[in-house]
């Protein structure tokens, strides 16, 4: 099958070093306290990441760490933007709470227009936007983290039509462990990650998205960053990088074992910016 060219698009993205990264809590089945971090390896990693969407010419923003707070380097969970508009987060969890303060005083510096959210929503986590599809539409997940009251306030802030879709599988708990976005009209996804209901809406709106199975989504596969072009994935999602190129897309794999024990990977640990 043929594709239309997949043309990039330049970003800018707020990511944030993991200088004080540790499992030292578990909020998610894939953290356990009991290994130790590799420290080191995890800055080298996450700095090969930076390096990587640098070098396709995109903008990095990078956020202050803050010490005790050793899940920041998820920089996803901060926020939301659409347009100019910042939807800001609020933490389900206590141990991630004061991350959201951080990222409230990136955005007020850098005189974005900002609506810190009332309802418990972990941001970019389970959040996505799709700017071509439907005349601009926002994907957002439910079922773990983000409640679903988040939804329609994020509507509300961000006037974008937000679709709500329940996650049921604890592995895959926020939405951006099992939905991407591939360009700004298109998605890749893990069916089972999602109840019936809503992988029928999935398969009614997107009809020609790229399908994961669960060992893609086991492997990190759908937690990548893409500029329409260039799929950043990590290294163990092979499969997955192989169904993206099918679809016409060009896979860019990068190393990131260690952010995996904490749960997360690429996309995780990078927020869009959206101007
Ligand atoms: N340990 C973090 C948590 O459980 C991982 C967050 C992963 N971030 C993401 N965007 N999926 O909150």
């Not at 997949?6 to 993205?13: G, S, V």
């Not at 420290?39 to 990587?52: H, N, S, V």
């Not at 020609?208 to 500029?227: H, M, P, Q």
Request: aromatic letters at 10%; a negative charge.
């Amino acid at each position: 099958m043929s594709y239309p060219e997949r043309i990039p698009r330049n970003r800018t993205y707020l990511m944030c070093p993991p200088e004080h990264y540790t499992v030292e809590y578990a909020i998610n089945p894939w953290m356990d306290t009991t290994i130790a971090v590799d420290a080191a390896l995890a800055l080298k990693q996450w700095d090969l990441l930076r390096t990587t969407l640098d070098d396709l010419g995109h903008t990095i923003h990078v956020l202050e760490p803050v010490a005790g707070l050793p899940d920041m380097v998820y920089a996803a969970n901060g926020a939301f933007s659409v347009d100019g508009r910042v939807y800001g987060a609020r933490f389900k969890y206590p141990q991630r709470s004061a991350e959201a303060v951080a990222h409230q005083g990136f955005y007020r510096t850098a005189g974005w227009s900002l609506t810190i959210g009332e309802q418990v929503n972990e941001g970019e986590g389970d959040f996505a936007y799709l700017p071509e599809a439907y005349g601009g539409l926002v994907l957002a997940g439910y079922g773990f983290r983000t409640d679903p009251a988040a939804h329609a306030e994020a509507q509300e802030v961000l006037g974008r039509p937000v679709l709500s879709l329940h996650l049921v599988d604890p592995a895959f708990y926020h939405l951006d462990t099992a939905l991407a976005a591939l360009d700004d009209r298109h998605i890749a996804y893990y069916p089972g990650a999602f109840s019936p209901a809503s992988q029928q809406v999935l398969a009614q709106l997107f009809p020609d998205a790229v399908l994961a199975d669960r060992a893609d989504a086991e492997a990190f596969g759908l937690n990548l960053v893409s500029d329409g072009r260039h799929v950043i994935l990590n290294t163990e999602a092979v499969a997955m990088g192989d169904k993206v190129r099918e679809a016409g897309y060009l896979p860019v794999h990068v190393e990131l074992t260690e952010l995996k024990r904490g749960g997360g990977s690429v996309k995780c640990a990078v927020a869009e910016l959206r101007h």
